[in-house]
């Protein structure tokens, strides 16, 4: 691992890092991970969203329609593939902001029909709460096997504004808190965007979660997800076969070992699988147009497979 100096300040990363699939900068065999199942297939609703983030990990906005809206019939064929050949258990929706795609709520009925559990990551703003008649409807049916994951970058409204923008608090707070007024099951997803230490910034969310009535345990990784700050342009370790027994990591802990993601890019005809919600638009990590081509062995050669799941222990799934 070709790490930098700890005390000095963050370095821009040289562009000849992540660059060769098979050795890092220092000719070092470049770590692989395999597929062992799929435990959570994610479907990218489409990269549009209501806010425009001043860090967001796919540069969604109401303007980027990189990754097109996904139809109802489209996640239907994947879903019918991934029952016939696979052992999932769970599908989770991701964007952008899944609630402005027209077909959140039939994709979602479509997953909890099969019987997986669904989870949709959300900013629980304004394009969820125009749902709210077909969110209680799924509720009804399908109890807590629909889980929303509630995006709050910080447990300070002013910390968490600086991500969102102006005025994103108190419309994200409404409907966190009708979510848990009426019986969703939720957990939220942090961000430890100032470098505060976890046992602190979890004592702050348990703050908000107790002056709010939201039945989310603070101290419970699983129902608060805090997840590492993301900045591609930072230098970050390469990792090597070697890092595994190194940093006592196992590569069956990371995200592309259980999950894969199914996008559907502007212009193509067809759907694109890709290994992880981090990387939708690198080519390189193309896996192809089904399932079928879903278990190959994913190279670690982007930033964001060193900074985000090997170093920072981040994983998208609720388990």
Not at 289 to 306: E, F, I, M, Q, R
Request: net charge negative.
């Amino acid at each position: 691992m070709n790490s930098a100096t700890p005390d000095k300040a963050p370095t821009v990363l040289g562009k000849a890092k992540f660059h060769d699939p098979h050795y890092t900068l220092d000719g070092d065999p470049r770590a692989v991970v395999t597929l062992g199942h799929i435990e959570t297939l994610w479907f990218n609703t489409g990269t549009l969203c209501n806010l425009s983030c001043s860090n967001c990990y796919i540069k969604s906005s109401p303007s980027n329609d990189r990754l097109a809206y996904l139809s109802r019939a489209e996640v239907g064929a994947v879903l019918d593939d991934l029952q016939a050949d696979w052992q999932a258990h769970e599908i989770g929706f991701t964007g952008g902001e899944p609630f402005m795609n027209p077909d959140i709520l039939a994709m979602s009925e479509d997953a909890l029909g099969r019987g997986y559990r669904v989870l949709v990551l959300t900013n629980a703003m304004r394009p969820m709460m125009k749902l709210a008649d077909g969110l209680l409807a799924l509720r009804d049916r399908y109890g807590d096997r629909l889980c929303l994951r509630v995006s709050v970058d910080h447990y300070a409204p002013d910390v968490h504004e600086l991500e969102r923008g102006c005025r994103s608090w108190e419309s994200m707070l409404t409907g966190l808190t009708w979510l848990a007024e009426n019986g969703f099951a939720i957990n939220v997803a942090g961000r430890t965007l100032l470098g505060e230490e976890e046992t602190g910034l979890r004592q702050g969310y348990a703050r908000l979660f107790a002056a709010h009535a939201i039945p989310v345990d603070a101290d419970n990784p699983g129902e608060l997800v805090l997840f590492p700050e993301m900045d591609e342009a930072l230098d970050v370790p390469e990792i090597t076969t070697a890092c595994w027994e190194i940093l006592n990591v196992s590569p069956d802990a990371m995200m592309c070992a259980s999950s894969r993601m199914v996008v559907k890019h502007k212009g193509d005809a067809n759907l694109t699988v890709m290994p992880c919600t981090l990387l939708p638009y690198d080519a390189r990590f193309k896996m192809g147009s089904t399932l079928a081509a879903a278990d190959g062995a994913v190279a670690l050669n982007h930033p964001h497979c060193a900074r985000f799941c090997v170093l920072g222990g981040g994983s998208c799934s609720a388990g």
